[in-house]
């Protein structure tokens, strides 16, 4: 019987210990210790296996079926219920696992599942046959692991043949004077490496460098300066427009040091390049307003033609004798556009003039007739609280006969007069009823 399914034998006579008599229990005690036992020593080895740094192997036996660290596990599981059932029933009691032996084993797995991104990249570029990228990785898996002395061997392996690789790279950077190469090269050799780099003068590489790439630049301003003579001497402004910016870019460079000679032939050439720049610059500047006018002419349009045709005669230049009539033509119908548009601005301001002119006029004639009408209404309620009725029909009869001059408006509605003409009735009335009420009083005192 396995120790699988021993434990899951185990595991239902602990969930019903009543029937564990079905099981033959004795017997599946003494299996299970046995097998407990053959565990423990898998532990031990895989234990073992590691102290001398044979972690590899360790994993491998580890790792055979059934996987010791899923086995460890599982018989954790049972092991608290099943030794207090064998302590009660009197069965054979099984050893404890190793749990040191499996702790360090856990922490074998743990460091190689780190590591297994790395050991992917590895395989890939070793398959690559990258030497460079083969090296770095496996220091960064030395530096993860540092107590496999497996990885530092491995190391020591690629770089050696990496070095060598370096050696033949720098013979041939050499012949080809590739500085960009060597560079990069001496920073590979200034890596921590495990093995020794003395076999490369890493400062005479230095120096090849600088004085190859003097000897560069110099061959560099040879020939900038033989393309500005050149394209000088041809009158080729593009060629020397880009020969000038390359002896810009070197004079960037601290090291460029021209002889005066080389000074005096790229001023010459730079002063040259600026005028004609210059020139081009007018030349296509006027090119672009002749266009301009052409479409004007083209479309009949004279807007902005006058002032368009002023700076045209600027340039000094010869201007195409076809265009000469069609603007002349545009220039006039412009002028006469202007004129016109003068004419309508200052109608313009008359009529704003004598909108202003009739604006003041009707307010002032309105505040005229206002006064009228506040001076009759002042009359008409002075003419009522007086009780003279003759005055307050006399105001009203004005205020009936006012107009507005021009339009014969009256200045009073008929519904005003009328209110107006209640209240007199109503005064006539009070007056009447006070002058009965007199003489009644007269006659009374009279008898």
Not at 62 to 70: R, S, V, W
Not at 285 to 305: L, M, P, T, V
């Amino acid at each position: 019987m396995k120790i699988t399914e021993t434990i899951k034998l185990i595991k239902r006579i602990v969930s019903d210990p009543d029937k564990a008599d079905e099981h033959d229990p004795l017997m599946v005690a003494t299996t299970y210790a046995g097998q407990c036992e053959v565990v423990n020593e898998r532990l031990k080895k895989c234990a073992a296996l590691i102290q001398n740094n044979m972690i590899q192997q360790a994993l491998d036996e580890a790792g055979y079926d059934p996987h010791l660290i899923d086995l460890s596990h599982q018989i954790g599981e049972v092991a608290a219920g099943w030794r207090n059932l064998c302590k009660a029933k009197g069965w054979t009691l099984p050893q404890e696992l190793n749990m040191e032996a499996l702790n360090e084993i856990m922490r074998s797995f743990s460091m190689e599942s780190t590591i297994e991104p790395l050991l992917k990249q590895l395989r890939r570029a070793n398959n690559q046959g990258h030497l460079g990228q083969c090296v770095a990785i496996l220091r960064e898996i030395a530096k993860k692991n540092p107590d496999n002395p497996d990885w530092k061997s491995n190391l020591a392996e690629f770089e050696t043949a990496y070095l060598e690789r370096i050696k033949e790279d720098i013979d041939r950077f050499r012949q080809d004077k590739d500085i960009n190469g060597i560079a990069r090269l001496i920073v590979e050799i200034k890596q921590p490496w495990s093995i020794s780099t003395e076999s490369i003068a890493v400062k005479e590489l230095a120096t090849f460098i600088e004085e190859q790439y003097l000897e560069n630049l110099r061959q560099e301003e040879q020939e900038t300066v033989s393309r500005i003579g050149i394209s000088f001497q041809s009158g080729n402004v593009e060629a020397l427009g880009n020969a000038i910016t390359a002896y810009e870019n070197l004079e960037k460079n601290r090291y460029f040091k021209p002889e005066p000679s080389l000074q005096i032939v790229y001023a010459n050439a730079l002063n040259w390049y600026k005028q004609q720049i210059k020139s081009l610059e007018i030349q296509k500047s006027y090119e672009d307003k002749i266009q301009e006018i052409k479409e004007k002419i083209a479309r009949s349009s004279h807007n902005g033609i006058k002032s368009l045709w002023d700076e045209v005669n600027l340039y000094r230049l010869p201007i195409p004798e076809e265009i000469v009539p069609p603007v002349k033509i545009l220039i006039r119908k412009e002028e006469s556009a202007k004129k016109q548009r003068q004419i309508k601005k200052q109608m313009g301001y008359i009529l704003i003039l004598l909108f202003a002119m009739v604006c003041i006029g009707l307010a002032a004639t309105f505040n005229y007739y206002r006064q009228i009408r506040n001076r009759l209404t002042v009359e008409l309620e002075s003419a009522v609280v007086a009780e003279n009725l003759q005055q307050c029909n006399s105001v009203i009869n004005d205020m009936a006969g006012r107009r507005i001059a021009f339009i014969e408006t009256p200045i009073f509605s008929s519904s005003e007069i009328e209110t107006h003409r209640a209240k007199a009735t109503s005064l006539a009335s009070l007056l009447e009823q006070k002058r009965a009420i007199f003489e009644m009083l007269i006659n009374a005192l009279e008898h």
